[in-house]
Nanobody, 120 residues
Framework: QVQLVESGGGLVQAGGSLRLSCVVF????????MGWYRQAPGKQRELVAT???????NYADSVKGRFTISRDNAKNTVSLQMNSLKPEDAAVYYC??????????????WGQGTQVTVSS
């Protein structure tokens, strides 16, 4: 069983920074990749960034150069450092992970979400 718990959301002024953290309860080594998604009101959930177990990263074009995803397997955590925040970054941010079993079946896990609000 895997549980993801996010923290670190809040209110920040445009141009400011926030750091989101996601603690994985379970075996983080079996979760690959892990990532962050976000969903703004009235919009679909979208990918923000992903990171594999060997550290390979992928970012949405809208956050490249501003956001950094990192993973600490020893601490069972995945973090998202968000700099130069813009009002359009405001959303509920979700930690996610995918586990693939020996048959190739994928299980997707989601955290409960953390609100990020950016004031202009």
């Amino acid at each position: 069983q895997v549980q993801l718990v996010e923290s670190g959301g809040g209110l920040v002024q445009a141009g400011g920074s926030l750091r989101l953290s996601c603690v994985v309860f379970g075996n983080i080594f079996s979760i690959n990749p892990m990532g962050w998604y976000r969903q703004a009101p009235g919009k679909q959930r979208e990918l923000v960034a992903t990171i594999t177990s060997n550290g390979s990263t992928n970012y949405a074009d809208s956050v490249k150069g501003r956001f950094t995803i990192s993973r600490d397997n020893a601490k069972n955590t995945v973090s998202l450092q968000m700099n130069s925040l813009k009002p359009e970054d405001a959303a509920v941010y979700y930690c996610s992970g995918v586990r693939t079993d020996w048959t190739g079946k994928e299980s997707h896990y989601w955290g409960q979400g953390t609100q990020v609000t950016v004031s202009s």
